[in-house]
């Protein structure tokens, strides 16, 4: 499973990635699939998370041939733990996060790499108000980082966040993986809407969304049949074209 470019030039534009993932294994094979996308490239890697799921991923990369100690001595592997990515004097600023991650973009290119990768994990279910937060931050990043190269890949616990809550990641990730397979989300809403309690906007962004659907499928079915008419076409001047030449030996 290599998570997806999904349309998105490297280099200009973000990507954001959810991961609600089910079992570890889900996660490790993901999670490892992108750092790897990401080292290849020229990014520099962030791991947000315990030391143990650090170590936990040194097998996929060595067999991809990364080395973790020498990519951590390299700085091409920045390892951190979820209190200092993501809280300051114990408690989430959205905005502040985000202008760190910023500056880590910035630096990453100072330092010689073509972009920053990186990926953190939600590990409680947070209470209402510090959820609107993380929604808040999740939308952002959308268009904060619409410019930079940059990638996240965010890990959400099935086990930890419950169904509504999964709803609103899918509504602020434009690409998610689900149990190996990377998909373009058909649910996200871009960060006005995502953040918004107009219901009446939401449902003509939904309608707007199946027309939308509906006309890419038509035009792909009108190209598969053009190309199929295409092929049969030239099967039946190949075969002309055969004939004439095996007439053409007889004369």
């Not at 080395?67 to 993501?86: G, I, K, N, P």
């Amino acid at each position: 499973m290599t998570v997806p470019h999904a349309g998105y030039d490297d280099v200009h534009r973000g990507r954001h990635v959810c991961l609600p993932f089910e079992t570890d294994s889900e996660k490790l094979e993901a999670v490892a699939s992108f750092l790897i996308e990401g080292l290849t490239r020229g990014k520099r890697c962030l791991f947000v998370g315990t030391p143990d799921e650090l170590a936990e991923l040194g097998g996929p990369l060595e067999a991809a041939g990364i080395c973790v100690s020498r990519a951590l001595s390299r700085r091409s592997v920045l390892f951190s733990t979820r209190e200092d990515a993501y809280l300051k004097d114990g408690a989430f600023h959205p905005q502040l996060v985000l202008d760190h991650i910023e500056q880590q973009v910035r630096d990453a290119v100072a330092d010689g790499f073509s972009g920053l990768y990186a990926t953190g994990e939600l590990v409680y279910e947070p209470a209402g108000e510090d959820w609107r937060r993380i929604v808040w931050y999740e939308a952002q990043i959308n268009d904060a980082f619409a410019r930079l190269p940059f990638a996240a890949l965010c890990r959400y616990p099935r086990s930890v966040v419950p169904a509504e809550r999964v709803r609103d990641v899918l509504r602020t990730h434009p690409v998610a993986v689900v149990r190996g397979e990377s998909c373009t989300n058909p649910f996200y809403e871009r960060t006005e809407l995502s953040l918004s309690d107009d219901s009446q906007a939401r449902l003509d962004w939904q309608l707007r969304q199946l027309r939308v659907q509906n006309r890419t499928e038509r035009r792909l079915e009108e190209q598969t049949y053009s190309a199929v008419t295409a092929a049969a076409e030239l099967a039946t001047q190949l075969e002309a074209l055969r004939a004439q030449l095996g007439l053409a030996k007889h004369e």
